[in-house]
């Protein structure tokens, strides 16, 4: 049986990945390439996503995220993300693992995530309702730098300064649930 015959229906069988979603010459190409790749040294880089190295005979670990802009996440192409290189890895047969070292920003400027304020939490002081949080970096989250106390959100000075610098998860539902408060009184 040829590699083909055994990814295409693998691939499709259960309806989340349709056949426009990516050509069975990408699907061929990147399971060469990562039968190619030495096992516990070849690494494999995807450009907005991160690097990944085979940590084994058919697994890979995602060890640094590249995080890529979050425009491109959306309409770039399938292969740019890596929630689907884990479940196109699961239907060829692979399996992907996350310990990731190293984190960039999309201006690959390494994560300033400060390993002894994990949990620490500030509120936009402009009052916009934006939780700002020190989290441990993986892949499924977005990051921010704080810059000169400005809050993403309402872009007003919202943090103090020793904020600057660090990379933080937003938090954005209380915002949220005042736009939808607001909204209902109209
Ligand atoms: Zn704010």
Redesign the pocket.
């Known amino acids: 049986m040829s590699l083909d015959d055994h990814i295409t229906p693998q691939l499709y069988k259960d309806g989340t990945m349709t056949p426009d979603m990516f050509s069975v010459e990408q699907a061929r190409f990147a399971v060469r390439l990562w039968k190619s790749m030495a096992i516990g040294s070849g690494t494999w880089t995807l450009p907005g996503v991160g690097k990944y190295r085979r940590t084994g005979d058919t697994t890979l670990t995602l060890i640094e995220i590249h995080a890529g802009n979050p425009v491109n996440a959306v309409l770039g192409n399938v292969f740019d993300r890596h929630d689907f290189i884990v479940k196109f890895a699961n239907q060829v047969g692979w399996i992907v693992y996350e310990n990731v070292e190293k984190a960039y920003d999309a201006e690959k400027v390494e994560l300033n995530v400060p390993n002894e304020e994990i949990g620490r939490v500030a509120v ?1 002081s ?1 009052d ?1 309702g ?1 939780v700002i949080r020190i989290e441990p970096v993986d892949v499924w989250k977005r990051f921010h730098k704080i810059e000169e106390g400005v ?1 993403p ?2 872009l ?1 000075d ?1 943090f103090s300064d020793d904020w600057n610098g660090i990379h933080v998860v937003i938090d954005e539902k209380s915002v949220m649930l005042r736009r939808k408060q607001v909204e209902e009184e109209e």
């Open positions: 936009c402009a916009c934006t809050c959100v309402c007003d919202g």
